[in-house]
T-cell receptor, first 108, second 116 residues
Framework: QKEVEQNSGPLSVPEGAIASLNCTYS??????FFWYRQYSGKSPELIMF????GDKEDGRFTAQLNKASQYVSLLIRDSQPSDSATYLC????????FGKGTMLLVSP | EAGVAQSPRYKIIEKRQSVAFWCNPI?????LYWYQQILGQGPKLLIQ????????DSQLPKDRFSAERLKGVDSTLKIQPAKLEDSAVYLC??????????????FGPGTRLTVT
């Protein structure tokens, strides 16, 4: 059974701080890694994907992947109240497996 | 570019009744997915179609759930009969695989099902 683990949170950070969201996965054959943002009552929205070890930056978001440690993270710089949402980590082998998500709360 | 369309947005039924959900993917996306998301959980894949063929339905409760994707475009998901534990949001997603294994999925607004 492929598993994707995330701390459910909530993770609380003040506006302007860096939010760090973490995810571990069990399937060493996993090839692609995604971060989705889900606002309350809304559907998931893709914000980042990463395929290779290392860092990938897109605006205020940085995804980090370490396949040896089976670990993927998402950093959000200069956090804004509008970033408050649940962040879902998803991992592919043959299909996409989601974690339960981490709730992020950014206070003004 | 139009997104993934789903209907209805909300549905309330009694247990043992049947219900059907409809999904129209992004134009040109060959792969379509149905997910079940229970409150506080991540989405769980129910079934994946590639064009009109089933790629994965290992987590679909086949005694009560069925899905089809005729003509490789839109899809319907049916529950018959419904149980209380089927209360969830049913999400449809689509993707256009860049390679054989890499894909980015785009989700529709979902259908919130309440079974009483």
């Amino acid at each position: 059974q492929k598993e994707v683990e995330q701390n459910s949170g909530p993770l609380s950070v003040p506006e302007g701080a860096i939010a760090s969201l973490n995810c571990t996965y069990s399937d060493r054959g996993s090839q692609s890694f995604f971060w989705y943002r889900q606002y309350s009552g809304k559907s998931p929205e893709l914000i980042m994907f990463i395929y290779s070890n290392g860092d990938k930056e897109d605006g205020r978001f940085t995804a980090q992947l370490n396949k040896a440690s089976q670990y993927v993270s998402l950093l959000i710089r200069d956090s804004q109240p509008s970033d408050s949402a649940t962040y879902l980590c998803a991992v592919t082998g043959s299909t996409l497996t989601f974690g339960k998500g981490t709730m992020l709360l950014v206070s003004p | 570019e139009a997104g993934v369309a789903q209907s209805p947005r909300y549905k309330i039924i009694e247990k043992r009744q049947s219900v059907a959900f409809w999904c129209n993917p992004i134009s040109g996306h060959a792969t379509l997915y149905w997910y079940q998301q229970i409150l506080g959980q991540g989405p769980k894949l129910l079934i994946q179609f590639q064009n009109n063929g089933v790629v994965d339905d290992s987590q679909l409760p086949k005694d009560r759930f069925s899905a089809e994707r005729l003509k490789g475009v839109d899809s319907t998901l049916k529950i018959q009969p419904a149980k209380l534990e089927d209360s969830a949001v049913y999400l449809c997603a689509s993707s256009a695989p860049l390679t054989g294994t890499d894909y980015e999925q785009y989700f529709g607004p979902g259908t919130r099902l309440t079974v009483t």
